[in-house]
């Protein structure tokens, strides 16, 4: 371990660590623009300069420098102060400063360092270098030249993380820019993640263009529902409106990165119609009656057989399981949806919380699946067929009905994905907390809600319902069901 | 069939329709008038944009009004709601029946007096039916079944029995004086000899105030108070029985000029004329005795609308005490004084 | 502690109150003919002053282009959330051929029932597109109509020559060889 002080505050690292993470252990966010955690260091920015053993003559870059020991860094000294107000200065000579347009503003560090380390005046008073504006990398990626400050995350992003090299820099000193390749539009399925990683304007997506201002917008820290890896996402909406889902660095699953079709699934989510309020044999009922005519179909639960969605939150299957093992329903089934998967972090299963069903004990639908008297489908998945032959009644619990609907004796509304609170476990064994990025309107009640009900428990939250989840299946640390409160 | 008979019955038909449709274009016309006297005295125009000088306005308003949508809240007590309107309004034209607006007409050789019901006791008459106008309002703030139209009755119940006494005592004087409580006595006694508002200046003071809050005018509008309790009475009311109500006010309005001008003005009384000079133009006569009785009305109703607003509204309080304390006391004391002058 | 008013004795021509009532009614019949202050609206007009905050309203420079970029700013001032607007990409056609703005509004809605003409979206456009007009007669049969749209807005503010220009900066030949 390596020891060293910095504002001051001494700090014990592993060795290797460069000076910025190691002050970022301490809470000091030292700028930076060329650095990204999850890809190479290259060091060309220079706004992450501070002073070292009092070396103010030559100030060092803080993202690449390992620490060494008894170093004594300072990051706020009047040297680095002045430093970054001239790297700033440099910056922005050439940046356009048409934020009142740029999809960035708002999160933009050019923005944020500017506020806090820039001068907040410009000397520049010679024309601004003109260079290609709009330029359409792919259908998914747009380029601006002027605002673009070369700090290369993007080519890195490519080489490094997806070992390809769609873009790269072409020409010199002040006419240098980032530019396609000679093979065309970019292709990778990952490329949207440059458009995260930019740390100004100059990439954007195609999709979210002008589409809202980011601090009109609401946004939930939740997993994204599109494929069982479960990668960690923010979810942006305006008005009831899913508008972008944006990764969030978690390292243990999806670093920093999400695959192109995730983040473009969020648009599925946006229904326009939905099942709202309960219905028995196509009538309109209130929710007590539906639930009482489920409970008289079921009766003793021979031959009915339950299929959860595998995007039900583990809650939800916790007080399905509960009713069913209530009232002698022994079939517990979970559905199954596919897309294809590749070997970053796209997963086959199209589902996000396979893995916290079969932890609860529910299986896959047998092949031979044993004839059915009645069939309660739970949540939004596709049911097989061979399921609906001979049934004498089918209930269905989904946001949207669909064909199903008009066969369901007793039809409950549900929640999108989207709209869902509770832990999806996700295929690496990780239990992780999904937030509501929607609301689901009048006529919907959460689904655990519902199944607590027909179990007839006094679970008054959704922490109950955990709680007693938890103390059913004795979650442990190997397999979890409950997301850790970090 | 005896002519007799038929002629009074004509003849007294003809007085009706005369004299109510005077009163009920007045009382269509007095809102106009008041509209543009308050206009004038707030430096503003007033009503000038249905015809000339908005002169059309009031039929404008008449149809409004009848065109606006009835409504009858659902909590109301139906049976008193529609009533009340109408006892509003009747009070007031009954009483127009005693009083005398003119001199006697000669009319194929038969002479007929200027006054639809000629009583004995006419002024009994007429408090006997001012006093039902309370009624009507009282009905409707009972009626309506809500707070301010309440409130507003309990006060107009208060405001016109309390008024009433001092109205019947001011008018005792005028009546020892004629020896008669024929108001047409008391008209011919004032054309020979001086107005009344000159021998009972008292009287007319507590009368002229009694009338005000009598007819719930400013400064004793407290039944409809709209600062204090939104539209009083009539808050429930809408359409065509609030027009009743509007029009019974001004009708009530016009009685009581009306009274002040038979009891202290002299009736259609000039000061150079006597009765003989009325008798010797005949028939003219009578029709300049009817002119300067409504001129005499009309002023007074001016009067009406200049002292609305001059004053602001009395307090409760101050009402009861200024009924009770102080007109009732002089009410008494014009009484003795007016005895004691008469002493044979 | 209250505060005690001490209050006059009044005399017994006070006390009488007849004596102010006379002086009331003297002061209201002499009102009576005085000259009228009254503005015969729709006939005349009152004065308008130049900084008068009337109906909001867009305005295109003296080549008819639109200044709006749709930052919505104006958006974010606006206490009391009158304006909505759309944003989207600038049209394609020639008179933004030299433009450096890419974005343009798509829709532009001001709710006149909202709007209280306080004047901040004037004041924080950073391109001078959206100006407080003196346009006061704003009237409609129903409420859809007094959310102003683009055309409307368009349409009342006019045309403002001078000021911000966005298209001007590569009109002066330097930096052609990038493209």
Redesign the interface.
Known sequence: MIKLTIDGQEVEVEPGTTILEAARTLGTEVPHYCYHQDIGIDGNCRICLVEVNGNTDKLTISCKQPCGEGMDVKTESDAVVKARKGVMEFLLINHPLDCTICDQAGECPLQDYSYHYGSGDSRFVEQKRNKRKKVEFSDKVVFDGERCILCTRCTRFFEEVRDCRPIGVENMGGKSTITLGPNGPIEDPYQLNIVDICPVGALTSQDFRFKQRIWFMDFAETVCPGCAKGCNITAGAYQGKLLRFVPRRNPDVNKSWMCDDGRLSYDDYNITERTRGAKVAGADASFEEALAKIGELVGDGSGVAVLASTSDTCEELHAIRTWAGKVGVTHLWHGAETWEGDDFLKEEDATPNTAGAQRLGFTPVPTEAPSLRGLVVAGDCPVPPALLADLDFLVLQAPVAGELGEAAMVLLPGLTRVEKKGTWVNCLGHAQKVQPALEPGPGVREDWELWRDLAGEDWTTLKAVTRAMEAASGSSSDTPLVASES | MNTDLIFGIVANLAKIIILTHTVLILAMYMPWVERK?S???????GPNRVGYAGLLQPIADTFKFIFKEDVVPGHVDKVLYVLSPCLAVIPSLFILAVIPFGPSVEVMGRTVDLVIADLGVGILFVFAFSSLAVYGITFAGWASNSKYPLLGGVRSSAQMISYEICLGLSVVGIFMGAESLRLLDVVNQQIDGTWNIFTQPIGFLVFVIAAFAETNRLPFDLPEAETELVAGYHTEYSSIKFTMFFAGEYAAMFVFAALVTVLFLGGWDLPFMDSGTFAAMGNWGALLGFGVFLFKSFLFLLFYV??R???PRFRFDQLMHLGWKVLLPLGLANILITGLFNLP | MAKVVERRKLNFWEELYLPAIAEGLGRTFKQMFKPEITLQYPEQRPVIEDDYRGAPGLVKDEEGREKCVSCQLCEYICPPKAIVIVPGEAPEDTAYDYSNIEKAPKEFYIDMLRCIYCGYCEEICPEQAIFMTREYELNAATRQELVHDKPRLYEIGGTRPGLIKKWKHKDDGRGAEDH
Do not use: M, P, S
């Open positions: 006297v206009a004038w005295i707030q430096d503003r125009v200049w002292v607003f001059t004053l």
